[in-house]
């Protein structure tokens, strides 16, 4: 075993190194330039075989690897923010026509105003796109997360997005321990497609039109292929576990035995708040964590089964729907857990938009406000904007 | 270059039964392309618009060849990633020998909305050959102008009203944007002329880097004749150099159809309902507004002819 020490874009090109993809298609954007530009420094050293496209906009670079991706090629690209916004209508061809391209992302805020740093709004607004979507809590999952999810992507004919928090992650030095190249090629395998456009000797037409006679059908068996990512996932995740020692379940739970009441959580955030959890029960408090790295396809029997168990949940979300009733992650937890017959008191703080630090005291005041709730049954408030100027 | 007879031979790459209107200038163009790519493997790339949209209603497709289509704007990348992938795996042994890789794109689909995805796929150098079937307009959703429409022609979003008679700018010159990029070749060409156009793509497929053709081809009903006049009004296209054909190879133009007499554009004009307006009395003017910038812009092209000699 190796360790290293690598910020998460990195620890993120680094595994792109390692899978040494046929084709990357990228453009550079804050705060994932680095990623694009390390892995531009593994081909131009001759560390890599892949074919590196230096396309023009993100909508080419998406575009081109869908082109790439559907004549055979291994692809992966990386992008943040407004890359991936630029990119949306591509991602939802790219999944209709079952690429399994991967993404190494950095969530970065979406404009207007402008602002480069973290929250989740980019990805959040891509997830009806047909996409699997890992959030990962720091360098180390980040780097472990690509060839998991590109073996999954290429199982189950679903594109991935994996990515990390920008700035919080992606420029932090941290502890990295990683594979030798050959246990990754072993892990991930040889990918042979059963379809491929310079398959000469079988010449198909790729992405034709399709109406109303066959669409339907057709999208169907596109969630056909999303509703095995997740027990492809858990396989793939146990047998990354045996080579690295390493085991990131769908939805994590954190010191759950016991408490009363829980954070339901992703990304950088979910870390410190592990933090405040060791803090406040060593104060004797009954608080839990609960970490979302998967939220494409949604993991709800998981779900179900880590927050139903909870007085209330306090959901932490880094993006708003702008629905007036709170965040993504907040509205489709509720909808998860309306089944159940006893249900948690669940509220959403909306929080650390546009890279707004959250803080130590911010998170024990969830846990204090959602304690009370636990306590009283009383919601004051459903949806909190978390440290906004003139909020409370 | 191949012959007539040797064409015949060959297979098809874009077959019969397609849903394209009858006389349509675009599927006659792209067969004639294919037929002259088919001594090597073919892989194609395609904009949404009317040539993909009649060719592959699933479950049918009139492509023998490999054929992705991705969307509107994006041919160009999405042919540029086939090409890359052909590298890669060639590379690793896992695919061999030469494979053509030609892109195809409408007007709108190359003059405006893929612009940019062109130009960058030519910049990058890949060795592909993107086609434009320019029918002038956005055809496929029903004759909406495009920056390819000629000045005067009337189309559903530059109607000839009671006050605007029909499209008040001139086209753009793609031929020449895309000569700038320094391509591996470029050129004009139109079905009409059908040995010129099978010449020209196999010089293009030849070309070590990217090549550009840009192809006029008429449509019977966003231009208005009657679908058997598509071949004689692409000729006269040329005659009345309304769309000179010419190519460009290596800093040098070479204009491949100088007619000893060039026709006035109005016997090209008076063929089309869409220039019908300008036939009205009052209208004379544009006419002569039309005729003075096609005689303008083929002096700049003898001029550049005869400058790069």
Known sequence: ?392 | MATLKELAKRTEGLVGGHRACAGCGASAAIRQILLAAADKPTVCGICTGCMEVVTTIFPFTAWNVNLVHNAFENSAATTSGMEAAYKALKRKGKIKGDINFIAFGGDGGTYDIGLQSLSGAIERGHKMLYVCYDNEAYMNTGYQRSSATPYGAHTTTSPSGKKIPGKQQKRKDLTEIIISHDPAYAAQATPGYYMDLIKKVEKALAADGPSFINVLSPCVPGWGYPSEQTMNISKMAVETLFWPLYEWQDGVYTINVKPREPKPVEEFLKLQARFRHVFKPGNEHLVEAFQAHISRQWERLLRKEEASK
């Open chain 1, 1 to 392: 075993m190796k360790i290293l020490a690598k910020t998460g874009n990195e620890a993120m090109a680094y595994a792109m190194k390692q899978i040494n993809p046929d084709v990357v298609a990228a453009y550079p954007i804050t705060p994932a330039t680095e990623v694009v530009q390390i892995f531009s420094n593994y081909v131009a050293d001759g560390e890599v075989d892949t074919e590196f496209v230096a396309v023009e906009s993100e909508h080419s670079a998406l575009s081109a690897c869908c082109g790439a991706s559907a004549a055979g090629a291994r692809v992966m690209t990386s992008t943040a923010s407004q890359g991936l916004a630029l990119m949306h209508e591509i991602l939802y061809i790219a999944a209709g026509n079952h690429l399994p391209i991967v993404i190494a992302l950095v969530n970065r805020s979406l404009s207007a105003p402008i602002n480069i740093h973290c929250d989740h709004s980019d990805t959040m607004g891509s997830r009806e796109a047909g996409w699997m979507q890992l959030y990962c809590a720091n360098s180390q999952e980040a780097y472990d997360s690509i060839p998991i999810a590109l073996k999954i992507a290429e199982a189950c004919g679903v594109p991935a997005i994996v990515s990390t928090d920008a700035f919080i992650i992606s420029h932090c030095m941290d502890r990295l321990e990683v594979l030798e190249d050959d246990e990754v090629q072993k892990f991930i395998g040889e990918y042979n497609p059963k379809y491929f456009a310079l398959d000469l000797e079988n010449p198909k037409t790729y992405g034709p039109l399709d109406l109303q006679d066959y669409f339907f059908e057709h999208k169907r068996s596109q969630i056909d292929a999303f509703s095995k990512v997740l027990s492809t996932y858990n396989k793939v995740a146990k047998e990354y576990e045996k080579l690295s020692g390493r085991y990131y379940p769908a939805v994590e739970e954190y010191k759950t035995d016991g408490a009363d009441v829980a954070i339901f959580t992703a990304g950088s955030t979910a870390d410190t708040a592990k933090e405040v959890v060791d803090e406040l029960r060593e104060q004797g408090r009954k608080v839990g964590l609960v970490r979302m790295r998967m939220w494409r396809p949604l993991p709800v029997e998981e779900i179900k089964a880590a927050l139903g168990k909870f007085k209330a949940v306090a959901v932490m979300d880094r993006s708003d729907t702008m629905a007036d009733f709170g965040g993504p992650v907040f509205l489709e937890t509720r909808g998860i857990l309306y089944d159940l017959d006893k249900k948690p008191i669940i509220t959403d703080y909306v929080y650390g938009l546009g890279g707004r630090n959250v803080e130590i005291a911010d998170i024990v005041r969830v846990y204090d406000e959602i304690s009370e709730i636990a306590k009283t049954g009383k919601v004051k408030k459903l949806v909190t904007y978390l440290g906004v100027r003139g909020e409370e």
